[in-house]
């Protein structure tokens, strides 16, 4: 067994997609103890239960301040861990066993590790996102649908902020405010399934509001649109071109970092310019989202992309000063919890390495 807890957090509508969830449980709990928080609703809650292999743990989330679900889910999961390595991963995310010890064994001189992703299979909609991540990856690095934590560091800073659309960002910058260790895994990617393409096309402006939370990118993507225009209106189509072709070449180079080759196909750059072209119009939108109150999420609005740092700095702080949050009561074999169980995480991981 790999010594660290698999944390899956899990809100579905529907379960088209169950029996193959289950089947790569099944293999995954082989190699590494599973726990599943599970925001469905309670019909579908209790298939799950039934569904699922017996060797998952499958819990429903416990409140958490925000309305973003998914922190609910991780912080419950977090709090449920019985260990101290932990990665947490979206439902379409699918691990083989050596990726998996290698994400892990980065924790050893790192507070948390961001793994890189590819889609596999890879229909249109797939190959569209992917430039995304080519551009991220030839920037800077992408932002995954998983990450390995150290537990203990984000307990003790307080868990991350419920009210935020980015909620990746948001638990980096949590742990990085804390005195935490990143390591970029860019070397390391791990399959993702593709969403259906109504599911895509769904996310566009939301994922476009993300970039709320970073203003150089935002401001460069703000002004796509407007440099299109004026370049056309110009009578000057050579120059959206040449910019077109920029865009593939810079694509490429994300492709050809740190092995992507792999995993990449080689027309994979082609699709930045078209993505470009849409985050242009998105980013404007997402603006405007803001302007009316937030991103539209789960029924409300969620007005913050992330923390401001300053904000986020205070917070962290005075959680770290407190002691942080307590970690979930871990029952023995009988069933029973010793009253040590219920320290802080501040106590439980003292002398432990961060």
Not at 94 to 119: G, I, M
Not at 290 to 298: M, P
Request: aromatic share 6%; proline share 7%.
């Amino acid at each position: 067994m790999i010594d660290a807890e698999y944390v899956l957090p899990l809100r579905w509508s529907d379960d088209a997609w169950l029996d193959e969830l289950a089947g790569y449980l099944r293999e995954l709990s082989r190699w590494v103890p599973v726990l599943v928080v599970d925001g469905s609703e309670r019909p579908i809650f209790e298939r799950h239960a039934q569904v699922l292999p017996s060797e998952v743990r499958h819990v429903a989330p416990e409140p958490w301040p925000g309305g973003n679900g998914k922190v609910a889910g991780v912080m419950t999961g977090l709090r449920r861990a019985r260990a101290e390595r932990v990665v947490i991963a979206d439902d379409d995310v699918r691990y083989t066993e050596d990726v998996l010890s290698r994400v892990v064994e980065l924790l050893d001189r790192a507070d948390v590790v961001r793994p890189a992703n590819y889609f596999d299979p890879r229909p249109w909609h797939a190959r569209w996102d992917m430039s995304r991540s080519l551009l991220n990856r030839a920037l800077g690095s992408d932002y995954p649908g998983t990450l390995a934590v150290r537990r203990s560091l984000v307990l003790a800073a307080g868990g991350y902020a419920g009210d935020v659309l980015f909620e990746n960002l948001e638990l980096l910058r949590t742990i990085r405010a804390a005195g935490g260790r990143e390591h970029r895994a860019d070397d390391v990617l791990v399959r993702r399934l593709p969403p259906s393409a109504r599911h895509f096309l769904g996310q566009r402006v939301r994922q476009a509001y993300d970039d709320l939370a970073q203003p150089p990118r935002l401001i460069a993507e703000l002004s796509i649109l407007p440099c299109v225009v004026l370049a056309l209106l110009a009578r000057r189509p050579g120059t959206v071109a040449a910019g077109a072709l920029g865009l593939v070449a810079l694509a490429e180079a994300g492709r050809r970092r740190a092995g992507g080759t792999r995993h990449f196909p080689a027309t994979s750059a082609l699709w930045l310019p078209l993505w470009l072209a849409e985050r242009g119009v998105c980013v404007w939108l997402a603006l405007g989202s803001r302007l009316r109150g937030g991103a539209r999420y789960s029924g409300g609005r969620l007005r913050f992309a992330a923390t401001p740092r300053r904000e986020l700095r205070r917070r962290v702080a005075a959680a770290l000063a407190s002691g942080g949050i307590p970690a979930a009561p871990v029952p023995d074999a009988a069933g029973e919890v010793a009253p040590q169980d219920s320290r802080t995480v501040a106590e439980a991981a003292e002398g432990e390495p961060t």
